[in-house]
């Protein structure tokens, strides 16, 4: 009876290893608005850029029936940030808003970490905010991102 638990749990832990993936092996998805990855309100997602052109993109849907306010943050894994971290707003009435990109972190020279953030964006009900990352210098980096979301 032992030998045939350790034998289940065995294969239990096998079948765990072999289907599940990397955060490297997220090729293809949220590389693009239309794979954009969902994310929900005080979610943290930890990725990777992986490396030169690659982009990540998550998005959000207002589906509360009132206007919220957003933010966005990305933190890098380690050190300073590298990235550029932008939203876009669709409307769902046609119009769609330009890219916006939060700030670069000021260097004060006190810390190592820098985090981007975008503050107080309205998002109408049914509206849908695309966030993306992306690399500025190529390299492969680990970063999470926040989303919030509070009452007008």
Avoid at 60 to 74: E, F, I, P, Q, R
Avoid at 97 to 105: N, R, T
Avoid at 117 to 132: M, Q, S, W
Wanted: net charge negative; hydrophobic share 40%; charged share 20%.
């Amino acid at each position: 009876m032992k030998h045939k638990k350790f034998i289940s749990m065995l294969l239990v832990f096998a079948m765990a290893f072999i289907f599940s993936q990397s955060a490297f092996a997220a090729k293809g998805i949220g590389d693009t608005k239309e794979t954009a990855i969902n994310i929900f309100p005080k979610q943290e997602i930890r990725l990777f850029i992986e490396g030169d052109g690659d982009k990540d993109w998550f998005t959000w849907t207002n589906n509360t029936g009132a206007t919220k306010y957003l933010s966005g943050v990305l933190e890098p894994g380690v050190g300073k940030s590298r990235y550029k971290f932008g939203v876009i707003i669709d409307y769902n009435n046609g119009r769609v808003s330009d890219i916006l990109f939060a700030q670069d972190p000021v260097d004060i020279g006190q810390s190592e970490w820098s985090i981007h953030t975008i503050n107080d964006i309205l998002v109408p009900p049914g509206a849908t905010v695309y966030y993306v990352v992306e690399s500025k210098n190529g390299v492969m980096e680990e970063y999470k991102v926040t989303h919030r979301i509070y009452d007008v």
